[in-house]
C-alpha cells in the first residue's frame, strides 16, 4: 500500500489537508453557471475516536455547502442523550511531506459541520475515512504512518 | 430549519421502507426519488436530479445508529 510517515506533532496525529466540493456538486455548480468555490487547506487532526469526521463550520461556509443530511450524535457534552446535526457531502484530500504533496483524495464523504477553531485544526478525520486506511501510531519513536 | 420537510417525509415512510434497509434514500420535499447502494451514487443523483436545490440523502436504518465524537464540538449548523 503507498504510505507516508510524518512527526507527531504536540497535539497528536496532525497533518495537512484540503476539503473540495464533491464532483457531483461540482457539476451542479457549473451547469448552473454558478463558481465553484477553491479548496479550503487546512490542518486536520487524525480522530480514532470520532466515527464521522468533522470539518470547521468555517471551511464549509467557504464552500458554499448545504445540508443535505443528519446523523444522530454522542459528544461528552450531550449526555446520554444523542443531538441530531447536520451534515454534508465533501471529498477530503490527504496532503503530506515537506512539500504538501497529495497522497490521496476521499470518494465523497458525509461530514458534520463544528466548531473547530478552539483546538487549531480545521478537521477531525475519522473512522469513516481511516477504515480504508492502516494508521499506525508510534509514540515511542515520535511519528505516525498513514498507509491508504 | 434546512431539510424539515424531508427529514418528515423520512421518519413518516420509515416502516414502508424497511426492506430496503442499509441503502441510501434520496427524498425532496414529500417524495422518497429513488433508493441506492452506496452514499456516493446517492448524492450524485440528488445533484444530478435537482442541482442545487435542497435535497436529502439518507441510510435507511429502522434502529438509528449513534455516532461519537471525542470532543464537544459547538454549534454544527452552516450559517
Known amino acids: 500500500m503507498p504510505h507516508f510517515t510524518i512527526p507527531i506533532s504536540p497535539q497528536g496525529a496532525v497533518l495537512d489537508a484540503a476539503v473540495l466540493v464533491g464532483d457531483a456538486r461540482r457539476a451542479a455548480l457549473q451547469?448552473?453557471?454558478?463558481?465553484?468555490?477553491?479548496?479550503?487547506?487546512?490542518r486536520a487532526l487524525i480522530d480514532t475516536g470520532a466515527s464521522i469526521s468533522a470539518?470547521?463550520?468555517?471551511?464549509?461556509?467557504?464552500?458554499?455547502?448545504?445540508?443535505t443530511g443528519e446523523a444522530e450524535i454522542n459528544t461528552p457534552s450531550t449526555g446520554a442523550?444523542?443531538?441530531k446535526i447536520p451534515t454534508y457531502d465533501v471529498k477530503i484530500a490527504?496532503?503530506?511531506?515537506?512539500?504538501?504533496?497529495l497522497h490521496f483524495i476521499s470518494e465523497t464523504v458525509q461530514v458534520t459541520g463544528s466548531d473547530l477553531t478552539?483546538?487549531?485544526?480545521?478537521?477531525?478525520?475519522?473512522?469513516?475515512?481511516?477504515?480504508?486506511?492502516?494508521f499506525h501510531y508510534n509514540g515511542a519513536d515520535g511519528h505516525f504512518t498513514l498507509a491508504y | 430549519?434546512?431539510?424539515?420537510?424531508?427529514?418528515?417525509?423520512?421518519?413518516?415512510k420509515l416502516p414502508s421502507m424497511a426492506n430496503n434497509e442499509g441503502k441510501f434514500v434520496l427524498i425532496h420535499g414529500d417524495k422518497i426519488v429513488d433508493f441506492f447502494v452506496t452514499y456516493?451514487?446517492?448524492?450524485?443523483?440528488?445533484?444530478?436530479?435537482?442541482?442545487t436545490n435542497p435535497f436529502l440523502v439518507k441510510r435507511i436504518q429502522t434502529t438509528e445508529p449513534i455516532l461519537f465524537m471525542s470532543r464537544s464540538l459547538g454549534p454544527s449548523r452552516v450559517a
Open chain 1, 31 to 42: 451547469k448552473e453557471n454558478l463558481t465553484v468555490p477553491d479548496p479550503q487547506m487546512i
Open chain 1, 55 to 67: 470539518i470547521e463550520r468555517k471551511v464549509l461556509e467557504n464552500l458554499g455547502l448545504q445540508q
Open chain 1, 81 to 83: 442523550t444523542p443531538v
Open chain 1, 94 to 101: 490527504i496532503l503530506a511531506g515537506r512539500k504538501g504533496d
Open chain 1, 118 to 134: 478552539q483546538f487549531g485544526f480545521g478537521a477531525l478525520i475519522g473512522t469513516d475515512i481511516l477504515k480504508k486506511c492502516v
Open chain 2, 1 to 12: 430549519m434546512a431539510l424539515e420537510k424531508e427529514l418528515a417525509t423520512y421518519t413518516e
Open chain 2, 40 to 51: 456516493d451514487d446517492a448524492i450524485k443523483a440528488g445533484y444530478q436530479t435537482f442541482g
